[in-house]
């Protein structure tokens, strides 16, 4: 039998956060009274402009589109200040991450990025046959925020990307912008990822200017969280065209389809959707931060500038698995730090941060554990 490469042995798989339907069948707990706080998604739906305009394109349902998703690139682009020649669009920003690590590293060659982060970089690393290099002393352990110092050490003359995540996940610590050209600035040979993909929760325009400005930098959004289009899988990057080249090179050819394309062009004109939004989630963050003081045995760590925050574990006889669970049974589905986060362990959760109920339900969850 033909086997895969070597970093397929044991392939390692997402671990996304549970949908509510597992809850009901697994618990019977009415649809309801579930909160879903694992996935960071929109607590007001789909922007209805996308809606519509997904709607509209059903009628074309039998036409190739663009392959480089035209019109969408075109949109961002104007948006943004870019040519639509720089810009890739992507089945969600998970498909233009997976794209960057095959364009430019190669087989055994080192891909760095923070433990804990978002296990997408590392998993789509690995199973390209990449090295992935975690960089545990990045994080500073009593914020969780990024320690850049350490982290600027971490990179090597033969590192070939850089993942910066702003927000960071599953922190939701900020970057300032001189950090972000620290970074850029003392990584010359490799190219920076820098995935904003919950930026607008930041209360900033973010940083994806910067792509103009150095050759070594793409900066990647999705539609998934403050577009509320997370089903729709719609994610982007843009950068100076050698990069756009490049990754257009292993695209999937017909990687964005009618729907996506329709939907991601009039997402990108409600800003009311993503206003109301944003200020959900940060009305959100302080509500929640305020119930948390209630709680002895959890801490919230603040410094959020996401739509999820970490939950620190103070009481020594449990973990997070077992909190994960009793929350589960509770109706509360959020994410388990020492099965979803690699350099996470046991001491911590992630959840969203989202409307008033869900988050005293949270609360009440936390403080009905055994
Ligand atoms: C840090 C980070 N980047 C990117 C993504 C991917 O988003 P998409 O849904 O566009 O693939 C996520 C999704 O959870 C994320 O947490």
Same mark, same amino acid.
């Given at each position: 039998m033909r086997l895969a490469h070597p970093g397929l042995a044991d392939p390692e798989y997402?671990?996304?956060?549970?949908?509510?339907?597992?809850?009901?069948a697994r618990y019977g707990i009415d649809p309801a009274r579930i909160s879903k706080l694992g996935s960071a998604e929109n607590p007001f739906g789909a922007s209805q402009k996308a809606v519509e305009a997904v709607t509209a394109a059903m009628g074309?349902?039998?036409?190739?589109?663009?392959?480089?998703?035209?019109?969408?690139?075109?949109?961002?682009?104007a948006t943004y200040g870019y040519e639509p020649e720089q810009v890739i669009c992507g089945s969600g920003e998970t498909e233009v991450i997976s794209l960057v690590i095959r364009a430019f590293s190669e087989p055994g060659g080192e891909v760095l990025m923070p433990a804990p982060c978002f296990p997408i970089y590392h998993l789509f690393a690995e199973a390209e046959g990449r090295q992935?290099?975690?960089?545990?002393?990045?994080?500073?352990?009593?914020?969780?925020?990024?320690d850049l110092d350490a982290y600027i050490e971490a990179m090597r003359p033969t590192t070939q990307i850089v993942f910066l995540t702003?927000?960071?996940?599953?922190?939701g610590t900020w970057l300032e912008e001189a950090d972000v050209r620290r970074v850029v600035e003392a990584a010359p040979s490799a190219l920076v990822v820098l995935d904003e993909a919950y930026v607008h929760y930041s209360g900033t325009p973010g940083y994806i200017g910067l792509a103009r400005e150095y050759d070594n930098l793409i900066v990647l959004r999705t539609f998934s969280k403050a577009f509320g289009l997370a #089903? /729709?899988?719609?994610? @982007?990057?843009?950068?100076?065209r050698p990069i756009i080249n490049a990754l257009l090179a292993v695209k999937p050819t017909w990687n964005m389809g009618q729907l996506q394309i329709a939907g991601g062009v009039a997402a990108l004109d409600d800003d009311a959707h993503v206003s109301r939004t944003v200020e959900a989630i940060v009305a959100g963050r302080t509500y929640?931060?305020?119930r948390f003081e209630s709680l002895e045995r959890f801490e919230m760590i603040g410094g959020s500038r996401s739509n999820f925050f970490l939950v620190r574990i103070l009481d020594p006889e449990t973990d997070s698995t077992k909190v994960f669970n009793g929350l589960l049974e509770r109706g509360v589905i959020v994410k388990d730090g020492s099965v979803s986060?690699? #350099? /996470?362990?046991?001491? @911590?959760?992630r959840?969203?941060?989202?409307?008033?109920?869900?988050?005293?339900?949270?609360?009440?969850?936390?403080a009905d554990l055994p």
């Open positions: 997402y671990v996304a956060g549970l949908p509510a339907d597992y809850v009901t074309r349902l039998h036409l190739y589109p663009t392959w480089t998703a035209q019109p969408l690139r075109e949109k961002i682009a992935a290099v975690l960089s545990h002393r990045a994080t500073d352990r009593a914020t969780m925020a990024l702003n927000p960071h996940s599953p922190s #089903g /729709l899988r719609i994610g @982007f990057g843009v950068a100076q929640v931060a305020d986060f690699r #350099g /996470l362990e046991d001491r @911590f959760l959840s969203d941060v989202n409307l008033p109920e869900h988050m005293d339900r949270l609360v009440a969850a936390l």
